[in-house]
Each structure stands twice: as C-alpha cells, then as structure tokens.
C-alpha cells in the first residue's frame, strides 16, 4: 500500500479529510480578493533553483551551515500564478538535482482544473516514491493556485479562525556563549525561543540564554544525546529552567529508550526525526507524547492538515515547524497553525534574502495575511 492509499483507507485519515474541509465553500464577510473566473486552461509547472543565505551560521548537534539550497515553483492556470517552495537543507536525501529531476518528470498539463487537487496529487504521488520536499513544492504551489482562484486565504478555506494563531519560537543554535548572548538580544520582539541542544554545551547554552531573558524555552536536540538516564537527569534539569518541552532528544532508532523517557519524562517529548509523513504517524502512539509536522517531510499542506487531524484523535500534542525556508512555505505552513499547540515558523527570519513577503510576527504572535492562497508577494522577480 503507498502512502496516499494509506491515507485514504486509514479509519483516521478519512475522519481528518472530513472534519478538515466540510468548511471548505464557507462564505465570509471579511472577503476582499474576487474570485477568478475560471476558464480551465492546462496547468504549467516552472521551477528554477535558489540558494537562501543565513544570517548568522545555523549549528545543530550534527552539523553546521551558512546556506540552504531550495527550489521555488510556480504553476500557472488561467493567468493566475500559484508559488510553491522545497527547502534542501543536507540532512535530508534531497537535493536540487533530485528535485529538479523530479519536478521534469511531471506532465501537469493534462490537467486543466487546479481545484482536482487529489487526482493531480495521486498523479505526482505515482510518478515516483519519495521525494517528499519535491512533492511539497507542488502541493504549496497548488494550494496557493486554487486560494488565488476563489478569491480566499487557505485558513479561511480550512475554516480556520486567524486569531487563535499560536506564538512561533525563535531559533538559537548552538555558538559560543558571546555570540548566543546576542542572538537572544536580537530576539527581544518573541516570547518564546527555540534552542537547539546535543553538542555538549547544553547546560552552558541554557545558562547563557537564562542571563539574558527568563522567557519559556523550547529545546531540539536533533537525536544528540544516548544515554536515557543522562537525557532524563538533564530533562528534569531543564524543567527546573522553563523549558517547555524536549524535541527528538535521542536517536530516532532508539525507540525502546525514547518511550521509557517519554513515560518518565516531566515535560513533553516530541518527535521531529522519528517523523517523515502519515504512515509514520500511528506507530508513535506511546512513544512520543507530541510531534513535528514539517511540510517538507510530509509532502505538503494537503498531508499536514490530515496529519493533523490524526495526531488530535491519537490525543498528542503538535507543534508545526520549517525548515530554513522562504516566506513562501513558511506561509504556507502557518495557514495551519490555529489548530496546532506550538509554532516554529522562523526559517524566513534567519535568512537575509527572502524574495516573498508573507507571514509578519507582531509581538511574538503569527500574524496570518488577508490574502488569498498561502497570501504571498513578491518582493523580487523569481518567474
């Protein structure tokens, strides 16, 4: 069985696609975009590689970067353009050339009907396994297409409320105590931080946060640490510090260990590595106590929200998280952070080249665009 037969004969999935688009036709008075008058011309897929330039150097416990390579796509329909995004940062299997090669392969132009949104996803699912990130561009770029053309923002088709958007955390990552004093500064406008962990210093990283701001802290350990009576004496540690909850903080392989630290565990352990997409979800009742969803990893929005839907029912806490991304899918994702617990949609933040405008933060708070689609801009010419 592929992934998107499990999704459609899961018991749980078939729950979430009801429950998240029976408000999909809801009217609204707040509508200010006019809906397109579609004519049904053949869908055009472009894409066209990019490179985004962090601010600061982005180290975690396995490696340490000052680029990430993405691929932006567009698809075209009546005029009307639709943006999509797959980052690439070097943990994962994708590249640009395999998305590249990917995306080649797709013939988008037997389809003339953006709103079929499941035919063309079962269509780019069968082309080829994998390739989650290439697959999550077109999904994006859908999504935003079929927005734009009724005239609606995502969340307003999902029937979500924009004022129950959670507050997104701010990603430090592991440095010297000098320049991680002045990340933490830099971050005065959020309430709440991200700190990645898992290289040793992870004591000194919390001391030197917690002498310059006392807001709540998550931690992302990305699987550093082994042994689970250490990770444990370090969790109660850190809840003595207000920490919020523990993200994958050993090896995903390391099940047997993760599920003994999640039942003794006093803060919530989530899991970010151990989850790729929907098939992986279900086996990590009992494991884990929350999770991850990232569109890169899922495929897309289309999965997210099912995801979603699922992790409510397997009563598991969710946190929505990026990967260091344009405004593009980081808008994207935070269409559907009113029905998440926490938000980490900062990866257009940490880069200085961001070439759409989407998402704003206002006191620490995802501020969701009243524009339709995932409601972009551009802010440079890409297509």
Same mark, same amino acid.
């Given at each position: 069985?592929?992934?998107?037969?499990?999704?459609?004969?899961?018991?749980?999935?078939?729950?979430?696609?009801?429950?998240?688009?029976?408000?999909?036709?809801?009217?609204?008075?707040?509508?200010?975009?006019?809906?397109?008058?579609?004519?049904?011309?053949?869908?055009?897929?472009?894409?066209?590689?990019?490179?985004?330039?962090?601010?600061?150097?982005?180290?975690?416990?396995?490696?340490?970067?000052?680029?990430?390579?993405?691929?932006?796509?567009?698809?075209?329909?009546?005029?009307? @353009?639709?943006?999509?995004?797959?980052?690439?940062?070097?943990?994962?299997?994708?590249?640009?050339?395999?998305?590249?090669?990917?995306?080649?392969?797709?013939?988008?132009?037997?389809?003339?009907?953006?709103?079929?949104?499941?035919?063309?996803?079962?269509?780019?699912?069968?082309?080829?396994?994998?390739?989650?990130?290439?697959?999550?561009?077109?999904?994006?770029?859908?999504?935003?297409?079929?927005?734009?053309?009724?005239?609606?923002?995502?969340?307003?088709?999902?029937?979500?409320?924009?004022?129950?958007?959670?507050?997104?955390?701010?990603?430090?990552?592991?440095?010297?105590?000098?320049?991680? @004093?002045?990340?933490?500064?830099?971050?005065?406008?959020?309430?709440?931080?991200?700190?990645?962990?898992?290289?040793?210093?992870?004591?000194?990283?919390?001391?030197?946060?917690?002498?310059?701001?006392?807001?709540?802290?998550?931690?992302?350990?990305?699987?550093?640490?082994?042994?689970?009576?250490?990770?444990?004496?370090?969790?109660?540690?850190?809840?003595? @510090?207000?920490?919020?909850?523990?993200?994958?903080?050993?090896?995903?392989?390391?099940?047997?260990?993760?599920?003994?630290?999640?039942?003794?565990?006093?803060?919530?352990?989530?899991?970010?590595?151990?989850?790729?997409?929907?098939?992986?979800?279900?086996?990590?009742?009992?494991?884990?106590?929350?999770?991850?969803?990232?569109?890169?990893?899922?495929?897309?929005?289309?999965?997210?929200?099912?995801?979603?839907?699922?992790?409510?029912?397997?009563?598991?806490?969710?946190?929505?998280?990026?990967?260091?991304?344009?405004?593009?899918?980081?808008?994207?994702?935070?269409?559907?952070?009113?029905?998440?617990?926490?938000?980490?949609?900062?990866?257009?933040?940490?880069?200085?080249?961001?070439?759409?405008?989407?998402?704003?933060?206002?006191?620490?708070?995802?501020?969701?665009?009243?524009?339709?689609?995932?409601?972009?801009?551009?802010?440079?010419?890409?297509?």
């Amino acid at each position: 069985m592929n992934k998107r037969e499990f999704i459609k004969y899961s018991g749980l999935a078939m729950g979430a696609v009801v429950a998240g688009t029976s408000s999909v036709f809801a009217s609204s008075g707040r509508q200010k975009e006019k809906k397109h008058a579609f004519k049904g011309s053949a869908l055009k897929l472009s894409f066209i590689p990019f490179e985004l330039k962090l601010r600061h150097a982005f180290t975690i416990a396995s490696n340490s970067r000052t680029t990430t390579p993405v691929i932006l796509t567009m698809i075209e329909c009546d005029g009307v @353009r639709g943006y999509g995004e797959a980052s690439l940062p070097p943990y994962l299997v994708e590249n640009q050339k395999s998305v590249s090669d990917f995306l080649s392969k797709l013939n988008l132009s037997q389809f003339n009907d953006p709103f079929l949104i499941e035919d063309i996803l079962d269509y780019v699912e069968g082309v080829e396994p994998g390739n989650h990130a290439a697959k999550a561009s077109v999904d994006i770029a859908l999504n935003d297409l079929r927005g734009k053309m009724m005239g609606q923002p995502l969340y307003r088709i999902f029937g979500l409320n924009p004022d129950k958007t959670p507050d997104t955390s701010f990603t430090i990552g592991i440095d010297t105590p000098e320049v991680v @004093r002045q990340k933490t500064m830099e971050a005065d406008i959020y309430k709440v931080l991200k700190v990645k962990l898992g290289r040793g210093t992870d004591k000194e990283m919390i001391e030197t946060i917690r002498s310059v701001t006392d807001k709540p802290l998550y931690v992302d350990v990305n699987q550093g640490w082994t042994d689970r009576e250490q990770a444990l004496d370090m969790i109660y540690w850190l809840k003595e @510090r207000g920490i919020v909850f523990i993200e994958q903080p050993m090896p995903k392989e390391r099940k047997d260990d993760i599920g003994w630290l999640t039942q003794k565990s006093p803060l919530p352990v989530v899991a970010d590595e151990a989850l790729q997409g929907i098939e992986d979800l279900l086996p990590l009742k009992g494991f884990y106590s929350g999770i991850n969803i990232k569109l890169m990893k899922c495929g897309g929005v289309s999965n997210a929200l099912k995801m979603i839907r699922i992790a409510r029912a397997m009563d598991m806490k969710i946190l929505v998280g990026c990967m260091t991304e344009t405004s593009c899918a980081v808008s994207a994702a935070a269409q559907l952070s009113p029905l998440v617990n926490w938000a980490d949609l900062d990866g257009n933040l940490l880069i200085g080249n961001d070439v759409y405008e989407g998402l704003t933060v206002v006191d620490g708070k995802i501020v969701l665009p009243d524009r339709p689609g995932i409601g972009i801009v551009e802010k440079v010419k890409v297509f």
